[in-house]
């Protein structure tokens, strides 16, 4: 189950997503596609890079290494089409080899940034993107745009030659068709070339739009104070939790949120209290950090230790469903029936 499936389902995820400043859009389609974890190792694996990434800033020479990653990153353009027409070794345009050109370009300055700056541990290695920078930068000025070199094709050297010295019109018109042509051959061939790369490429882009993911969480997580939660094997337990949605609003209006202590063993868990005591911003909350952990976010909380499920179903407030002619009350038994289904 993928992050967008979820984001509307479960109180104050979009809340949060949208206070993420991911650079790209690349960056902003990895959000969007996390995958719900269930696994420990793996979910422990996503939040051991945060913790990585933010003891880095503790560091001045670190941090402005990932300031720097940070600033290349809003240069990532998602060309996820681009790649898929190289891969189906389609003759690319000259706007699909600058594109390839400018990610394989960026990923190698990245590169040398992680290695520089020694900050191997906010991910894993960045495929080597420099034979792609060899072919499509032929002149090696690491410029970012698409041109067809003369040093492509000796006769497209040859032509272009001939085209500015050449005065006669009816013969510069052959020329410049001729050249037109070899240029067209250049492409079929530099698209043979980099075809058999799609899957690095590929690669690539999709670290790349992790990487902008992970340093906007580093960023949200230190900004709110986030704890980052532990796996727990029986019972979970959220000490000073709040739903951070809530929270904001209420602090716009000058009031203050009373964060919640919550134990929650596998056997039913029941609550209980007054009208407008909190239950449903409860259950909301304790939803809420649970899906985080489950997609390796910090959660709001001072202190986690969440057990992995397989689903969160939520069922709060008024479920009529007009289109379906259903009443509140009937609208949420259709969703209690999917819940026990």
């Known amino acids: 189950m993928k992050l967008r499936e979820q984001i509307n389902r479960i109180s104050g995820l979009r809340y949060v997503t949208d206070e993420l400043c991911i650079h790209s859009a690349a960056g902003r389609r990895c959000l969007m596609e996390q995958e719900w974890l269930t696994d420990k190792v793996a979910i422990e694996e996503l939040l051991s890079r945060v913790d990585t990434a933010i003891s880095f800033r503790s560091e001045i020479r670190k941090q402005r290494g990932i300031e720097e990653i940070a600033h290349k990153l809003t240069q990532l353009h998602d060309i996820k089409g681009t790649i898929q027409t190289l891969s189906h070794r389609t003759v690319c345009t000259d706007i699909d080899l600058f594109e390839v050109k400018y990610l394989a370009i960026l990923n190698e300055d990245i590169r040398d940034l992680i290695r520089f700056y020694e900050l191997e541990g906010i991910s894993s290695p960045l495929p080597d993107l420099s034979h792609i920078v060899s072919v499509l930068d032929p002149e090696e000025k690491k410029i970012p745009h698409f041109y067809i070199y003369d040093a492509y094709s000796i006769k497209l050297k040859e032509l272009r030659a001939q085209l500015k010295i050449e005065t006669d019109e009816e013969k510069k018109s052959i020329i410049r068709n001729a050249g037109l042509e070899e240029e067209d051959v250049v492409r079929k061939q ?152």
Not at 233 to 246: C, D, Y
Not at 265 to 287: D, F, H, R, W
Not at 310 to 325: K, P
Request: aromatic share 6%; glycine share 6%; with cysteine.
């Open 190 to 341: 530099l698209s043979q070339l980099l075809s058999p790369h799609a899957t690095s490429l590929e690669t690539a882009l999709e670290m790349l739009g992790a990487l902008d993911l992970l340093l906007a969480k580093v960023e949200l997580f230190v900004q709110l104070q986030w704890s980052r939660p532990r796996s727990a094997q029986q019972t979970t337990t959220l000490v000073g939790l709040v739903h951070p949605q809530v929270l904001c609003i209420l602090g716009e209006k000058g009031d203050t949120f009373q964060p919640v202590d919550i134990s929650i063993p596998k056997e039913p868990t029941l609550i209980t209290g007054a009208n407008m005591a909190g239950k449903s911003v409860l259950l909301q909350a304790v939803a809420l950090a649970q899906t985080l952990y489950q997609y390796g976010f910090y959660v709001p909380a001072a202190k986690a230790e969440i057990c992995p499920v397989d689903n969160v179903m939520l069922s709060l407030g008024d479920a009529q469903d007009i289109r379906e002619g259903l009443s509140s009350y009937g609208a949420e038994m259709m969703y209690l029936s999917a819940i026990a289904d």
